[in-house]
């Protein structure tokens, strides 16, 4: 069976169980369950520690995973990622109370508390800058008003608890993270990977897109077909009508209103939107 590591617990883990589950996989309905087999396709899920995957998958005990790029990158594990999976997003950065550290180059020489630990040694190192880190698990908002540290870093979704905490944010984010499909770099090609890897892709890119029908006339399909484009081009289709055409293609959602909008004013009329569950492209 294929081994995959899904998150236990944290704000990953239902988000990629809702995934897996509209890919067609089997996922556990108790939390209290660890390990869940789905023999109908030939996987097992291991339940672990967001933390814990990237370890696994990089030594060889389990074949893929799914993590966090910030925890991806944070250690040392020989694992890569292979598939963004769009949920989860944050950013990892820097803060300080305001006026204390301008800029990233004013990091040198602070003491720097973080969860983050290999993160942040990199990103320093890239920036040839010399800082003292500490390693802290859990929350570091606190760290710098009981004299731990100079300065935080950490991932950031909303900055509410940087705010609450009288921080500010210092020069550009370290990492854009977001929930990542993780691979092993010695993992041999299997077909179940590559289908898990099919259906995952397939669940992305159908909740990104929705599919668009309307009708146009013949003289304004160039125009439309501007508008929406679809992946490849849009399906066309004669209607009854001589001088009306069908169209359909796919549309990123977030653009939806928009080219409805300009779709109307062109002349197009019957504009129906509607969801894609998944998709091979």
């Known amino acids: 069976m294929l081994r995959v590591a899904v998150p236990n617990k944290g704000s ?9 589950r509209e890919a067609g996989y089997r996922q556990r309905r108790d939390s209290r369950e660890l390990v869940l087999a789905d023999p109908d396709n030939g996987v097992e899920f291991f339940f672990l520690r967001p933390r814990d995957i990237a370890t696994y998958v990089g030594s060889g005990k389990l074949e893929v995973g799914i993590t966090g790029r910030d925890l991806l990158l ?45 993160l942040v040694r990199r990103d320093l190192a890239e920036r040839g800058v010399d800082a003292e880190v500490i390693h802290l698990d859990g929350a570091v908002e606190t760290a710098i008003q009981l004299g731990v540290a100079d300065v935080i870093a950490d991932v950031v979704s909303t900055g509410t608890s940087l705010r609450n905490a009288g ?17 092993g770099r010695d993992t041999e090609i299997d077909p179940r990977v590559e289908q898990l890897l099919r259906r995952l892709t397939g669940v992305v890119i159908a909740r990104r897109y929705v599919m668009m029908d309307y009708d146009c006339r013949v003289e304004d399909l160039e125009a439309a077909c501007e508008l929406t484009p679809g992946i490849e081009s849009p399906t066309v289709s004669p209607l009854h009508d001589k001088g009306w055409v069908a169209v359909r293609a796919m549309v990123e959602q977030r653009h939806t209103n928009r080219v409805m909008d300009e779709l109307w004013e062109l002349g197009a009329r019957g504009i129906l939107v509607t969801d894609i569950l998944a998709c091979r492209l």
């Open 74 to 118: 944070d250690g040392d594990d020989d694992a890569d990622e292979i598939l963004a999976l769009g949920f989860g997003a944050s950013t990892f950065r820097y803060a300080a109370v305001p006026g204390t550290v301008e800029d990233v180059t004013g990091l040198a020489g602070t003491r720097i508390a973080t969860s983050y630990d290999g």
């Open 167 to 183: 921080l500010t944010t210092i020069g550009d984010p370290i990492l854009r993270s977001e929930a990542v499909l993780i691979r």
């Open 12 to 20: 990953l883990s239902e988000p990629a169980s809702a995934m897996l």
